[in-house]
C-alpha cells in the first residue's frame, strides 16, 4: 500500500518533457550494471531489475568480448521493445536503415542513413568471443568465481580487522566480480603501507574505487570529499583482492597469506 501512494506521489511531481516520457509517465530506471553479469535479487537476474540495463564486457569483466557491452531492455507494455531495439540498432550503426547482414540477403544491397547515428556496434569478432564465454558462463565461469572468493572469506572468517564482504544473502547473491576487503580501525596511510607489503610479497591487489571528489575534474567542480564522509571511510579502508577464471586455490592462498602477513606487520608497527 505504501508503495503504491509512493508511486502516486512521484506520478504527481513527474513533468513528461517529450512524448517518451510521457508514455512512461514516470522517470524511466536505468541501471548501470557493468560488473554484475550474473548476480541476482529476489531470485530475478541483473539486467531484469530496471527499464533499461547497462553491461560492460570489457577485459577484466566476468564475461569479456575484450571491449564492448549490451543494453538490456524490460520497458513497459506501453512499448514495443521490438521498435525499441530497431531504433537503437540504427543510432549504432551511423544511422543506417540496414546492418551489414542485411544488406548480404538477395537483392537487399540498398541502404539509406536517416540520423547522423553514433559509431556504438560491436565487431562480429568480439561478439563471437561473447557468445562463447555467455555458453559456459553459467556452468563454469560463475562457479570457478564464486569457488574463489569463498575461500578468502573461509580464510579471512577469524581476524577481528577483516571486514568481509557480503556475497549472498537470502534475497541477492553477487556475480563474485570482486572480492573488497575492508580492514577494520585503519587510516588510509595504513592502509596504503598494507597494500605496499602485500606486494613486497609479489602479490599484485588493487582498490575499488576512488570515490570522486578525490579525483581532480570533480574537484575542480566544488566536490568535497569531507562531505562523503562514509563513502570516503570504506574507501581508505578498502583493497581489493584477485579473483580470476584461471586463479588456482593454491594462488589463492598465497594471497591470503600475503595479506595476513602484511595486515598484522602493519597493526603490530601501530600498536607497538
Not at 119 to 138: F, H, Q, V
Not at 157 to 163: E, L, M
Request: charged fraction near 25%; glycine fraction near 4%.
Amino acid at each position: 500500500m505504501n508503495r503504491l501512494i509512493r508511486e502516486e506521489q512521484v506520478r504527481k511531481i513527474f513533468k513528461p518533457a517529450n512524448t517518451i516520457q510521457e508514455q512512461f509517465g514516470r522517470i524511466l530506471l536505468l541501471s548501470d550494471a557493468a560488473h554484475s553479469l550474473g548476480a541476482t535479487y529476489k531470485g530475478r537476474r541483473t539486467g531484469t531489475l530496471a527499464d533499461a540495463t547497462v553491461f560492460s564486457f570489457h577485459a577484466v569483466k566476468n564475461l569479456t568480448t575484450a571491449e564492448g557491452g549490451a543494453v538490456t531492455l524490460m520497458l513497459p507494455e506501453a512499448f514495443d521493445d521490438e521498435a525499441v531495439y530497431k531504433e537503437l540498432n540504427i543510432k549504432a550503426l551511423h544511422g543506417q536503415n540496414k546492418d551489414a547482414l542485411a544488406k548480404t540477403q538477395k537483392g537487399n544491397w540498398e541502404y539509406d542513413i536517416i540520423e547522423p547515428g553514433y559509431k556504438w556496434n560491436m565487431p562480429d569478432i568480439l561478439a563471437a568471443i561473447g557468445l562463447i564465454e555467455l555458453e559456459r558462463y553459467d556452468s563454469d565461469t560463475l562457479p570457478v568465481r564464486k569457488a574463489i572468493v569463498e575461500q578468502y572469506l573461509a580464510d579471512f572468517a577469524t581476524y577481528a580487522w577483516a571486514q568481509l564482504p557480503v556475497a549472498h544473502t537470502d534475497q541477492a547473491e553477487s556475480c563474485y566480480h570482486l572480492f573488497m576487503l575492508r580492514i577494520r580501525d585503519v587510516s588510509e596511510q595504513q592502509r596504503n603501507q598494507i597494500i605496499q607489503k602485500i606486494f613486497d610479497y609479489d602479490v599484485s591487489v588493487n582498490v575499488h574505487f576512488k570515490p570522486l571528489p578525490l579525483l581532480s575534474y570533480y574537484k575542480s567542480m566544488g566536490y568535497r570529499m569531507e562531505d562523503y564522509p562514509v563513502a570516503y571511510d570504506n574507501y581508505s579502508r578498502e583493497i581489493s583482492l584477485p579473483v580470476y577464471y584461471g586463479l588456482e586455490p593454491n594462488q589463492v592462498k598465497l594471497v591470503s597469506g600475503a595479506v595476513i602477513q602484511a595486515v598484522e606487520e602493519v597493526l603490530n608497527q601501530h600498536h607497538v
